[in-house]
Structures are given as structure tokens and as C-alpha cells.
């Protein structure tokens, strides 16, 4: 089984902290993919990396950044976290393919007072 | 303009009783189709996908180019249905996905 792994199910920080969400695959899979999950709005993508250290920006990079040192790992940087960016963070991995099934991580609750 | 349309928010319908959760989609190539849910408490998972053309757990989707739908069907829908479901488009090739905003399906007993 795939095994996708967020690095806290929960997180509260304040405004202007700089934020690492990290995500780790145990399936030697090349795609990894953040996500944010807002009611009403669905799944935005907001980087995808097809390798380690290349990345592409999704529909909503702005205020975020990523990190792939290494092909099981991907991290999402909020440089200064903002209360517009409290929401429920997803990281997904797959493999090569646009058939492929993406698998997901439970979720990060970040909630930025 | 959104890619992949989910008309519904919320559905809500009975055990026993035929459920349609309905999508759209806008892209003038080749698209791939899926379908994903997440039960309370749980990751979000794949479904199914149109080029697999299978029935899983009861639902089908078809793939509807004329009409640029890809709605998520069952005929009896039972209480272990009820979850946020969303669809999910790949454009061209594209190994990333577009979503929905999902709709929320209650089955009542």
C-alpha cells in the first residue's frame, strides 16, 4: 500500500511566522503535489514537483514555496504566514502519467492566528 | 472560468434510492476524467477514472464528450455512500489534476 505521510495532523502558528508542512511517500513515486482544501472551493493546486528539485507553480503559488532535496520528501514553505492562509493543506504523490492515481496524505489542519 | 463544474454543493437522497452526482467539464482536447472521495475522517481517494471504464463500489461514470459531463452514478445508494465527492480533470496529457468543488452526497436511512 502507498503510504503518504504529513508531518502534523494539526498546526496553529501566528501571523508573520514562517511555516514548514512536510510530506513524505514511501512508494519511490517521481510526482508530488500540495494542495489546499477550503469548503466551497474544492482542491487548489498550488505546486507540483515531477522530480527532485524541479517544481511547477499550480493555480495558487502566491505567499507559498516548495523544497524537494529529496524524491521521498516535500515541503511546503509558508514564508510568512498570513489568517488568509489558514486552511486544510494536502499532499498527494504519483506516479508518471496523467492516467495515474494520485495518493493522498491525511491532511494538515494549519490554523494561523 | 471553472474547468470542472459541480453544479451541486449538496445532495441528499435515501437509502435505496438512485443517486447522480453530476460534473462538467470545459477543455476542447482529450480530457481524463476521475472521480475521488473522502468518507468523514478519511484521506481523499481515488474512486474511479473513465479510461478504466469500471464499476466500483456500485458507481459508473460515463464519459459524455457531446455533452462535456462525466456524472458519477449508482442505482441503489446505500448509508456507507454518504461523502464528499469530487471530480478531477487532466488536460492534455497533464499530470496535474483539476477539481471540482465537490459535492457533498447524505444518504438517509
Known amino acids: 500500500d502507498v503510504k503518504v505521510t504529513q508531518s502534523s495532523r494539526y498546526l496553529v502558528k501566528r501571523t508573520g511566522e514562517k511555516v514548514f508542512l512536510e510530506c513524505v511517500q514511501d512508494m519511490d513515486h517521481e510526482n508530488m503535489f500540495w494542495y489546499r482544501q477550503d469548503p466551497g472551493l474544492g482542491l487548489r493546486l498550488i505546486y507540483f514537483?515531477?522530480?527532485?528539485?524541479?517544481?511547477e507553480k499550480g493555480d495558487i503559488p502566491e505567499g507559498y514555496s516548495v523544497s524537494r532535496e529529496k524524491k521521498e520528501r516535500f515541503s511546503l514553505i509558508l514564508e510568512s504566514a498570513s489568517t488568509n492562509q489558514t486552511s486544510m493543506y494536502l499532499c498527494a504523490s504519483s506516479l508518471p502519467g496523467s492516467t495515474d492515481t494520485q495518493y493522498f496524505g491525511p491532511g494538515t489542519r494549519l490554523t494561523v492566528l | 472560468a471553472q474547468r470542472v463544474t459541480q453544479p451541486e454543493k449538496l445532495l441528499s437522497v435515501f437509502k435505496g434510492a438512485p443517486v447522480e452526482l453530476k460534473c462538467n467539464y470545459s477543455y476542447s482536447g482529450s480530457p481524463e476524467l476521475f472521480w475521488y472521495v473522502q468518507y468523514s475522517r478519511q484521506r481523499l481517494q481515488l474512486l474511479l477514472r473513465h479510461i478504466s471504464r469500471e464499476s466500483i463500489k456500485g458507481f459508473t461514470a460515463d464519459l459524455n464528450k457531446g455533452e462535456t459531463s462525466f456524472h458519477l452514478k449508482k442505482p441503489f445508494a446505500q448509508e456507507e455512500d454518504s461523502a464528499m465527492y469530487y471530480c478531477?480533470?487532466?488536460?492534455?496529457?497533464?499530470?496535474?489534476?483539476?477539481f471540482g468543488k465537490g459535492t457533498k452526497l447524505t444518504v438517509n436511512p
Open positions: 514537483s515531477y522530480d527532485v528539485k524541479m517544481k
Open positions: 478531477a480533470l487532466s488536460e492534455g496529457g497533464s499530470e496535474k489534476l483539476v
